[in-house]
């Protein structure tokens, strides 16, 4: 079965041998310490327990599984999920709200992940619920969620400038592409995904700091040549920090055309 995983996720492609047994291992621990537990009547077998203990230990590989140690279930949801929130403003006013996820990490608490959408996610380069969800525990290891994990500094160093530099890019990019938009097109709609698709990270990114992170650290693993093209400073601090290069060993994009003047 572990041969058949490797397999259908692009997110290994660029481990070798010794590097994909190393992580197994990992799994095999992960998966002694923590507890996959199946909500709403979904069924959790080895397939499941084994997709999710080597995607969330993908991104620890080289750092060790300590910073999931705040922890010990992981919730699966067959799809995704309601989450009724309450949250108190600064005057004192409650504001309820509801939302439909596809995946959470509480700080000291479970990760919970829809094992609709993980199964989605092979067919989406740059979607990983799984990393993305672990990214998020990584960054809480680190003291406070703020987009700075555990250990950057020491591993990967300026790794707050440059996150914050490329979370400003992004969020300059985002806002150029929105005001392109022709008036006629719904921005909610498919139609708008043209202009989307030039961002190389989904929009969701420009929630805050947080979620860029996140966003960016699921891009990092399953389409890193897109994110390298569209952010290479953060994309090298990435690949410090997780000590991998998920480029190695997979297909480029597409070649330039190198005739060509680079654009200004
Ligand atoms: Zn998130």
Do not use: N
């Not at 909500?39 to 499941?48: H, I, S």
């Not at 699966?76 to 995946?103: C, K, M, N, W």
Request: aromatic content about 10%.
């Amino acid at each position: 079965m572990l041969a058949e995983l490797r397999a259908s996720w692009y997110e290994f492609d660029h481990l070798d041998e010794a590097q994909w047994q190393r992580l197994a291992g990992l799994a095999a621990r992960f998966l002694a310490a923590k507890r996959i537990v199946g909500a709403a009547g979904f069924e959790v077998d080895e397939t499941v327990r084994w997709t999710i203990g080597l995607l969330a230990c993908l991104p620890v590989l080289e750092l060790g599984l300590r910073a999931y140690s705040d922890f010990v279930d992981v919730i699966v949801y067959p799809d995704r999920f309601l989450v009724d929130r309450s949250q108190t403003d600064e005057a004192g006013v409650v504001h309820e709200s509801r939302d439909i996820l596809s995946g959470e990490a509480m700080d000291l608490g479970p990760v919970v992940l829809a094992w609709s959408d993980i199964l989605e996610d092979r067919e989406r380069p740059g979607a990983c619920v799984i990393v993305h969800e672990f990214v998020h525990k990584l960054d809480m290891a680190g003291g406070s969620a703020d987009g700075v994990p555990v250990g950057a500094e020491s591993r990967s160093p300026g790794w707050r400038r440059v996150l914050e530099a490329s979370y400003e890019e992004f969020c300059g990019r985002l806002d150029a592409i929105e005001a392109a938009i022709p008036a006629h097109v719904d921005p909610e709609s498919p139609a708008a995904d043209a202009w989307y698709g030039q961002l190389g990270l989904d929009p969701y990114a420009a929630t805050d700091p947080v979620e860029f992170f996140a966003v960016a650290g699921e891009a990092f693993f399953s389409d890193p040549w897109q994110l390298h093209a569209g952010f290479p400073a953060l994309f090298e601090a990435m690949q410090r920090y997780f000590g991998q290069d998920p480029r190695q060993g997979t297909d480029g994009p597409a070649a330039p055309d190198r005739d060509q003047a680079p654009a200004a």
